[in-house]
């Protein structure tokens, strides 16, 4: 099965929240994604005037497929990745951005949000939350010890006879 | 065989190839190539002071493969299509920009030159070529007549006996 890399939950979840939130309030773009590489949605917020939101989980994984796609591209140009994307259309902007090497910040926003806000804003956002998932990535992994395989193994022999 | 959605040369080539070359003079960039939607490239430019440009035949098809993919993602959010991409890496920009419903421009850069600057300039450069391009599509296909398929039979018959 396929798994997020990241596990974003608890105290951590709560803060990168935080930071999602402000970002919307400070730009004053649609919807917020983050998404990691493999395209689950890590957290994601929508303003209180945006109703109908498109299916966010839809857009992550093509944000994510998108920008593992693109890579062939930027190593046959001599860089390492991009670390941002824009798509433009006629009524609105796709903006990527890369948080560290395992998430994706996602903007969707209309046409007549200033593009210069959104980069500084989103810089000073991925700073903050790129140091919240690197510090969840250096938690020691839970490690369940012997008597826990024990245990385990002895109340499910007990409960299949 | 696939074969390019449109067939530039002679006196329409020519013109295509003048408006590269000032749009390169005028911005600073690297390097432009002018690609159909299927990856064939159409004509194209490398500044005098850039060696060694990338394969452009395989970026040209990496290109036209990513604004196809990007499609759904456009759909997704009500577009009709993405018109502009843009992909920043650490040293350098990949922009590609609709020319019409059949080519992309895409222009490859450093990172000292300005985007804005790219951006206008890039607009005037499209609507000329843009305009080439729907002469040529506009224009009568060469049709062969009776005559021709009679002749071309016989002579066919006349050599294999």
Request: glycine share 6%.
């Amino acid at each position: 099965m396929i798994e997020p890399t990241l596990a974003l939950y608890g105290d951590a979840y709560e803060r990168v929240d935080r930071h999602l939130e402000e970002l919307l309030s400070n730009t004053g773009v649609r919807y917020c994604l983050l998404v990691d590489r493999k395209g689950f949605v890590l957290s994601h917020k929508e303003a209180i005037w945006a109703p109908r939101p498109p299916a966010l989980d839809s857009v992550a994984t093509l944000v994510a497929s998108n920008a593992a796609a693109t890579a062939a591209l930027a190593n046959m140009l001599g860089e390492r990745t991009f670390s941002e994307q824009i798509h433009q259309g006629e009524n609105g902007t796709l903006y990527v951005e890369s948080v560290g090497d395992e998430a994706l910040l996602t903007l969707i926003f209309d046409s007549n949000v200033p593009l210069g806000r959104v980069k500084v804003q989103t810089k000073k956002t991925i700073a903050e939350v790129a140091a919240i998932l690197k510090e969840i990535s250096e938690m020691p992994a839970v490690e369940l010890g012997d008597d826990f395989s024990q245990g385990a193994s002895a109340l499910l022999d007990d409960l299949l006879g």
